[in-house]
Protein backbone atom coordinates (compact mmCIF):
# COMPACT_ATOMS: atom_id res chain seq x y z
CA UNK A 1 0.00 0.00 0.00
CA UNK A 2 1.63 3.45 -1.05
CA UNK A 3 1.87 6.22 1.82
CA UNK A 4 0.27 9.37 1.68
CA UNK A 5 3.37 10.82 0.63
CA UNK A 6 4.47 7.81 -2.43
CA UNK A 7 0.53 8.54 -3.56
CA UNK A 8 1.56 12.54 -3.83
CA UNK A 9 4.59 11.67 -5.86
CA UNK A 10 2.72 9.25 -8.49
CA UNK A 11 0.34 11.66 -8.68
CA UNK A 12 2.27 14.69 -9.98
CA UNK A 13 4.92 12.52 -11.63
CA UNK A 14 1.32 10.73 -13.83
CA UNK A 15 0.14 14.41 -14.81
CA UNK A 16 3.00 15.56 -16.29
CA UNK A 17 3.08 12.31 -17.73
CA UNK A 18 -0.18 12.64 -18.93
CA UNK A 19 0.42 16.06 -20.07
CA UNK A 20 2.02 15.06 -23.17
CA UNK A 21 0.76 11.69 -23.25
CA UNK A 22 -3.16 11.33 -21.81
CA UNK A 23 -3.41 7.88 -23.03
CA UNK A 24 0.03 6.66 -20.54
CA UNK A 25 -0.89 3.78 -18.45
CA UNK A 26 1.22 4.41 -15.12
CA UNK A 27 1.62 1.74 -12.05
CA UNK A 28 4.24 1.58 -9.18
CA UNK A 29 5.70 -1.16 -8.33
CA UNK A 30 8.19 -2.97 -5.92
CA UNK A 31 8.71 -2.40 -2.28
CA UNK A 32 6.86 1.19 -2.30
CA UNK A 33 3.25 -0.64 -3.94
CA UNK A 34 3.74 -3.32 -1.60
CA UNK A 35 4.50 -0.94 1.83
CA UNK A 36 8.09 -2.65 2.38
CA UNK A 37 9.75 0.07 1.49
CA UNK A 38 12.95 1.46 3.57
CA UNK A 39 13.35 4.93 3.59
CA UNK A 40 16.11 4.58 0.80
CA UNK A 41 14.14 2.61 -1.48
CA UNK A 42 13.85 3.39 -5.10
CA UNK A 43 10.32 4.08 -6.09
CA UNK A 44 10.11 1.96 -9.22
CA UNK A 45 7.59 2.99 -12.00
CA UNK A 46 5.83 1.67 -15.42
CA UNK A 47 5.04 3.23 -17.59
CA UNK A 48 2.98 2.13 -21.21
CA UNK A 49 2.58 4.16 -23.79
CA UNK A 50 1.13 3.77 -27.42
CA UNK A 51 4.75 4.41 -28.80
CA UNK A 52 8.03 4.13 -27.50
CA UNK A 53 11.70 5.97 -28.83
CA UNK A 54 14.59 6.81 -27.73
CA UNK A 55 13.20 10.66 -27.09
CA UNK A 56 10.41 9.52 -25.41
CA UNK A 57 12.32 7.51 -23.30
CA UNK A 58 14.70 10.37 -22.40
CA UNK A 59 11.68 12.38 -21.82
CA UNK A 60 10.50 10.39 -19.43
CA UNK A 61 13.57 9.67 -17.35
CA UNK A 62 14.19 13.10 -17.18
CA UNK A 63 11.14 14.21 -16.07
CA UNK A 64 11.07 11.14 -13.40
CA UNK A 65 14.08 12.57 -12.07
CA UNK A 66 12.81 16.14 -11.86
CA UNK A 67 9.72 14.82 -9.51
CA UNK A 68 11.95 12.59 -7.89
CA UNK A 69 14.60 15.44 -6.39
CA UNK A 70 11.81 17.41 -5.75
CA UNK A 71 9.95 14.64 -3.95
CA UNK A 72 13.36 13.26 -2.09
CA UNK A 73 12.78 10.06 -4.03
CA UNK A 74 14.89 8.14 -6.63
CA UNK A 75 12.85 6.81 -9.58
CA UNK A 76 13.19 4.29 -11.85
CA UNK A 77 11.02 3.78 -14.79
CA UNK A 78 10.70 0.80 -17.09
CA UNK A 79 8.91 2.24 -20.67
CA UNK A 80 7.55 0.40 -23.01
CA UNK A 81 4.68 0.25 -25.71
CA UNK A 82 1.49 -1.00 -25.99
CA UNK A 83 2.53 -3.85 -27.88
CA UNK A 84 5.58 -5.04 -26.05
CA UNK A 85 3.73 -4.67 -23.02
CA UNK A 86 0.59 -6.59 -23.98
CA UNK A 87 1.97 -8.88 -26.63
CA UNK A 88 5.65 -8.81 -26.63
CA UNK A 89 7.90 -11.38 -25.05
CA UNK A 90 8.20 -9.07 -21.72
CA UNK A 91 4.31 -9.90 -22.12
CA UNK A 92 5.00 -13.27 -20.55
CA UNK A 93 7.87 -12.05 -18.27
CA UNK A 94 7.97 -11.74 -14.39
CA UNK A 95 8.21 -7.79 -14.13
CA UNK A 96 5.31 -7.47 -16.22
CA UNK A 97 3.38 -10.44 -14.07
CA UNK A 98 4.69 -8.38 -11.37
CA UNK A 99 3.78 -5.37 -11.99
CA UNK A 100 -0.14 -6.21 -13.15
CA UNK A 101 -0.12 -8.00 -9.95
CA UNK A 102 0.93 -5.61 -7.06
CA UNK A 103 1.38 -2.75 -8.76
CA UNK A 104 -0.16 0.29 -7.94
CA UNK A 105 -2.26 2.42 -11.25
CA UNK A 106 -1.80 5.62 -11.21
Known amino acids: MLTHEDRGVLTELT ?5 RFPGARVWVYGSRARGT ?15 VDREID ?3 RDMAW ?3 FE ?3 VITTVVMDKEEFEH ?5 STLV ?3 LQEGVAA
Do not use: K, Y
Not at 15 to 19: C, K, L, N, S
Open 88 to 92: GPMSE
Open 66 to 68: EVG
Open 15 to 19: ARIRE
Open 58 to 60: RWI
Open 37 to 51: AAWDSDFDVCIVLQQ
Open 97 to 99: GNI
Open 71 to 73: NDR
